[in-house]
């Protein structure tokens, strides 16, 4: 009864990040981002010297919830044409359209090369589509990203939340951690929240993988993780390594 709620006080927050399917505006401004935003963006040169960074929100989230780390990052080196973010919407009933995410997001990720010419990109990903994106690495390989990072992903499931797909030992995550949970041949940087109390029940070091760099952010929950200025600089460092 507690966690539902939790839930029914939170749907106020997730409400504020609706938005509409990126797909269609990449690389243009709109909800989210991808590219120049505003007049004074359309003038910044098209210069590409970073692998571009793919955003991708958790679960009921949107591209809004990283306007933070858009702005840190556009002062720490990074052009407006390096950043983007995916809308994932708000569906994740079960593996299948965990399996249909990942095929949209290697859409995105293939338009997100064309735009900036590059090979690869750099993931970071939040919450329960961290999932996605392991799906999508398991799926289509390692080849077209350098580097990722999940936080808060509930790799090895979570009890919190209301869908099925992340609960410990769904078939999703046994697929995910079969044969081995080690994403191979990739640098991995995983991030839990010192203060997340969505991952209980002997369930707290979920989000961190073997073979993986993993870290805590000591004074982040689950939600505020991706707005502190110490996790944005631990994905720099990661990224900088």
């Known amino acids: 009864m507690k966690r539902i709620i939790r839930f029914i006080l939170l749907l106020p927050i997730f409400t504020l990040f609706a938005c509409g399917n990126e797909m269609s505006r990449l690389p243009f401004a709109g909800k989210g981002f991808g590219g120049p935003q505003n007049q004074n963006e359309n003038k910044i040169p098209k210069r590409i010297t970073n692998d571009p960074i793919v955003f991708v929100h958790g679960f009921l989230g949107s591209t809004d919830v990283w306007s933070g780390a858009r702005k840190f990052f556009l002062t ?70 350098s580097k990722c990072v999940l936080i808060v992903s509930p790799n090895k499931g979570m009890t919190f939340g209301i869908f099925n797909v992340i609960k410990p030992n769904s078939p999703l995550i046994r697929e995910l951690n079969t044969p081995t949970e080690e994403i191979s041949g990739l640098k991995v940087l995983c991030i839990r929240g010192g203060k997340d109390t969505y991952f209980d029940r002997g369930y707290q070091m979920s989000p961190f993988l073997k073979g993986a760099t993993n870290i805590t952010i000591h004074d982040a929950d689950h939600l505020n993780i991706i707005q502190n200025n110490d996790t944005f600089k631990a994905i720099l460092k990661f990224i900088n390594a």
Not at 95 to 115: M, N, T
Not at 128 to 133: A, I, R
């Open 76 to 145: 720490n080196g990074y052009n407006v044409h390096e950043l983007f973010a995916i809308d994932m919407g708000s569906s994740y009933e079960n593996s299948a359209r965990i399996k249909k995410l990942s095929e949209q997001l290697k859409d995105f990720i293939d338009k997100v090369l064309e735009y900036t010419g590059r090979n690869k990109v750099m993931i970071v990903s939040h919450s329960g589509n961290g999932l996605t994106v392991r799906k999508y690495l398991k799926t289509y390989g390692i080849d077209k990203v």
